[in-house]
């Protein structure tokens, strides 16, 4: 038997289908059409209604799983998504388990709570959808993962499948341009000027304190991103900056400021960023222990760096004659095709060491020369040599074909690079790997 609710929905149905088989000359058509016109409004109606109610279910729903912690009923909430993800650990890269769920007007960042019967979660973080940013992971050693910033918080996400990654992308985005499309519908009807039109939205230091920052790794970084100083687990330990995100290390970061987006409380924050928000210059105590430099040549951070490279990737290196192999973040830049910048790591405001490439030769390493790693090769000039070892054999061969042009002095992109790269693999039968 059919409920109420499906009625009205049969009721259009079965008239459609007795207009299509009435006469056109038929007395009744003339009623049968009036009455087919209001079935349909009401219809629409129902249909409406149906879909409040299921609205309403859902988020019953999701307001018991958060056990009543979070005001979520309401005619205006909607349910977007939700599901499980993993988070990336800003201090150390770790995932942990989380559970999103995204709604019109927020995302609730949840950790689950320790229960014997009935998973439950409880709501660790708010972010609003006004003012929300949805970045790829700028780490080019993670896959399926994702940022999330807002006002209150920043996030690095990361997906199980690629396909998940791809659906929660498009529902944030989506979510994103209908409360910009919302927003911009209320300031045509509003004819009042904003507050903060004066200020354009994309000027310098507009958002600083007023938006949680994406914090960025302490493994991806081997030195205070400020006084450059190399960090160490005894006395040169790491910090972040509560207001830009930078790893810096104690005596950069002995500043407190008060932070919009987390309610006014006092915050630690670099010296750049305290000189920024107080627009004040610091103290002379401070200025008489941080004497000013003579930019080096090597201060090029490897992130804006690796943006705009021909190649870049970690890799191993030794030199010739040294008994061990170091770890580096390389990098070839596209305004310096013949230089090769060696990095402690990807976010490394400074680099450790360059290479002019002019004059050195390419060449494998004999097996017996230097077993100990995978996918060596060499690169000499004169008495001059270097080992390294990729990570990948495709790795291994991009670095040959990108250093031995370098070494001939031949100038090229990233995309000559890449085309003849993928043009050897389509003869071998090969694919390229995402990079």
């Not at 009721?11 to 009036?34: G, H, M, N, T, V």
């Not at 987390?262 to 008489?288: E, F, I, K, Q």
Request: charged share 30%; aromatic share 6%; proline share 4%.
């Amino acid at each position: 038997m059919l409920e109420p609710v499906q009625r009205i929905p049969r009721y259009e149905l079965l008239l459609k289908d007795y207009l299509q088989k009435l006469p056109e000359d038929s007395r009744d058509r003339r009623d049968a059409e009036k009455s087919l016109d209001l079935i349909a409004t009401a219809a629409e109606h129902s249909n409406a209604a149906i879909r409040k109610m299921e609205r309403m279910h859902k988020l019953l729903k999701v307001y018991e799983l958060l056990g009543g912690e979070e005001d979520i009923v309401s005619p205006t909430n909607e349910l977007i998504k939700e599901g499980h993800i993993l988070k990336l650990s800003a201090k150390n890269g770790t995932t942990q388990d989380r559970y999103l769920i995204l709604f019109n007007d927020r995302l609730l960042y949840c950790v689950p709570k320790l229960r014997l019967i009935g998973q439950k979660y409880s709501v660790r973080a708010r972010i609003d959808v006004d003012g929300m940013e949805l970045k790829h992971s700028s780490s080019p050693n993670l896959t399926r993962t994702f940022l999330v910033s807002g006002k209150q918080r920043s996030l690095e996400l990361q997906a199980r499948t690629e396909e998940e990654k791809k659906e929660w992308i498009q529902a944030i985005e989506a979510t994103m341009s209908r409360h910009e499309q919302t927003v911009e519908q209320f300031k045509l009807l509003n004819s009042s000027h904003r507050e903060d039109e004066e200020t354009p939205p994309n000027s310098p230091n507009t958002d600083l304190g007023k938006r949680a920052p994406t914090p960025i790794r302490e493994k991806e970084v081997t030195m205070c991103m400020k006084c450059q100083e190399a960090f160490n687990s005894i006395t040169k330990r790491r910090h972040h900056c509560k207001a830009c995100g930078h790893v810096v290390c104690g005596k950069c970061s002995e500043f407190r400021a008060r932070l919009v987006y987390d309610n006014n409380r006092t915050n630690r924050v670099c010296v750049d960023c305290y000189t920024a928000l107080h627009g004040s210059v610091l103290s002379p105590a401070y200025n008489t222990h941080t004497p000013q430099r003579r930019k080096s040549i090597l201060e090029k951070q490897a992130s804006v760096v690796a943006e705009h490279s021909i190649l870049c990737s970690y890799m191993h290196y030794m030199e010739k004659g040294a008994k061990s192999w170091h770890k580096g973040w390389f990098v070839i830049p596209q305004n310096e095709p013949l230089v090769l910048y060696i990095y402690g790591a990807p976010q490394d405001v400074k680099a450790q060491r360059s290479i002019p490439l002019i004059g050195f030769e390419v060449t494998p390493t004999e097996q017996c020369e230097r077993s100990d790693r995978k996918h060596v090769f060499k690169i000499s000039q004169s008495q001059l040599s270097f080992y390294f070892s990729p990570e990948t054999e495709e790795f291994q061969r991009r670095w040959v074909k990108a250093l031995s042009r370098a070494g001939r002095g031949e100038d090229y992109n990233a995309k000559h690079l890449l085309l003849e790269t993928e043009e050897e693999n389509e003869g071998t039968g090969e694919t390229l790997g995402d990079t």
